[in-house]
């Protein structure tokens, strides 16, 4: 069993900035575990996601920062549905993302590289260019042989084009991911 030494490792700070950066109330959370129970991705989760409001609850910084179940999230959002507190559980896992982001810690570091790549690839040209952004993904992990099997399947297909095609707002979108930047680094 783990055990967690408040006295040594709680963090009030940063149960305050989750706190107003995803506008829930964290001392709601009773433990009842809906949450958990309708997750899809509790097989795969090291810290199932009623244990993550716990240690919230508790400011444990690092361990939750360090953890893989904030990666491994689908966003899916059926915690935030189950919850009977009305606890928006799904944003809390999406600052806790940015949280970890920001200090510089991935618990699954090729996630957080598809993100990246995916996200880079809509900034240069307002939508995503899968093709740019599956060789960002490679070359950055080295999974140089990732989902290989599908090309003939999809290519002939025309599903996948071989350049990227710029959307008109492309410069409007590049000003979100601009203010973004600015507001996060506040
Ligand atoms: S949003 Fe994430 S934590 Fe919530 S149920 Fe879906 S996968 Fe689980
Ligand atoms: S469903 Fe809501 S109250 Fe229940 S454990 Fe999850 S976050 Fe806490």
């Not at 950066?21 to 949450?35: D, F, I, K, P, R």
């Not at 919850?83 to 920001?102: W, Y």
């Not at 025309?158 to 707002?169: A, S």
Request: aromatic fraction near 10%; include cysteine.
């Amino acid at each position: 069993m783990d055990v967690v030494f408040l006295d040594k490792t709680r963090d009030d700070a940063f149960v305050a900035e989750v706190e107003r950066e995803s506008g829930q109330n964290v001392a709601l959370c009773y433990q009842c575990g809906n949450c958990t129970a309708g997750c899809p991705y509790t097989f795969a989760y090291d810290i199932p996601v009623s244990q993550i409001m716990r240690l919230l609850q508790a400011g444990q910084k690092d361990r939750l920062l360090k953890c893989k179940s904030i990666w491994l999230c689908a966003t899916c959002e059926s915690c935030t549905t189950r919850c009977p507190n009305n606890i928006d559980v799904a944003k809390i896992m999406d600052v806790l993302r940015h949280q970890a982001r920001r200090h510089g810690l991935a618990g699954e570091r090729n996630v957080k590289v598809f993100w990246d790549a995916f996200l880079d690839s809509v900034k240069a040209h307002g939508r995503v260019f899968e093709l740019g952004a599956l060789a960002t993904y490679v070359t950055r992990t080295g999974r140089f042989w990732t989902d290989m099997d599908l090309g003939p399947k999809i290519f002939p297909k025309g599903k996948i084009g071989f350049k990227p095609h710029d959307i008109k707002g492309k410069d409007e979108v590049k000003k979100i991911f601009d203010r973004f930047m600015e507001e996060s680094s506040k």
